[in-house]
């Protein structure tokens, strides 16, 4: 079935890296993304990597995918405030090229 | 570029009066559309897409419709509200050609009373 899980929250100090991991159960996804929604607001890609990558790094985030494991991670080098946002885990699916399932999301809050 | 644009941003609604969301892009043509709905602390629950003019497909039954009566608008409606139906509404929009990239709107958050 279709399924992508995350953690709910995650609290990290200013200047750190954050990571948050996501999971998912479908083997025939094509692509997984990083949305950030900041409050109030839409949802907003950040970065995707094609499920045949193992790694993609773009200035302070690199997304990991263990196609195994199914698990999928974005680290955030240097944690800001501005960092601040529910993070979603997402995959499109070979399937339903027109459809892309959402996780829950991740909720990161940066103490000083 | 491309803008999409939604509206009303905010919403009260009383239990049982209809509803209708509109979503709008600009800067594009041919492009996919999605409804979608994220209850308060939970993820993004996908309602519907559409594919082309008049073209939509259902995710989830529940007292909701949608409708794309020209390229470019996408409209969420419903006859009678209920209190589940509250929550942030989101429309998004992509390229049928990059379907992997999705771009939202700003959203509508709906509070049904």
């Known amino acids: 079935g279709e399924d992508v899980e995350q953690s709910l929250f995650l609290s990290v100090r200013e200047g750190d890296s954050s990571v948050i991991n996501c999971t998912y159960t479908d083997s025939s996804s094509t692509y997984l993304y990083w949305y950030k929604q900041e409050p109030g607001a839409g949802l907003q890609l950040l970065t995707y990597i094609f499920s045949n990558m193992d790694m993609k790094q773009d200035q302070r985030l690199t997304v990991l995918l263990n196609k195994k494991d199914k698990h999928l991670s974005l680290r955030i080098a240097d944690t800001q405030t501005g960092d601040s946002a529910i993070y979603f885990c997402?995959?499109?699916?070979?399937?339903?090229?027109?459809?892309?399932?959402f996780g829950s999301g991740t909720r990161l809050s940066i103490r000083p | 570029s491309q803008t999409i644009h939604q509206w009303p941003a905010t919403l009260v609604q009383p239990v049982g009066s209809p509803l209708s969301l509109e979503c709008t892009v600009e800067?594009?043509?041919?492009?996919?559309l999605y409804w979608y709905r994220q209850a308060a602390g939970r993820g993004l629950q996908l309602l519907f897409y559409?594919?082309?003019?008049?073209?939509i497909s259902s995710e989830v039954p529940q007292n909701l419709s949608a409708s794309r009566p020209q390229d470019r608008q996408f409209i969420l409606s419903s006859k009678k509200l209920l209190l589940s139906d509250s929550g942030f509404y989101l429309c998004a929009w992509s390229d049928r050609g990059l379907v992997y990239e999705q771009y939202f709107g700003p959203g509508t958050r709906l509070t049904v009373t």
């Open positions: 997402a995959e499109s699916l070979r399937s339903s090229a027109s459809k892309i399932i």
């Open positions: 559409s594919v082309g003019i008049g073209q």
């Open positions: 800067g594009t043509s041919n492009p996919n």
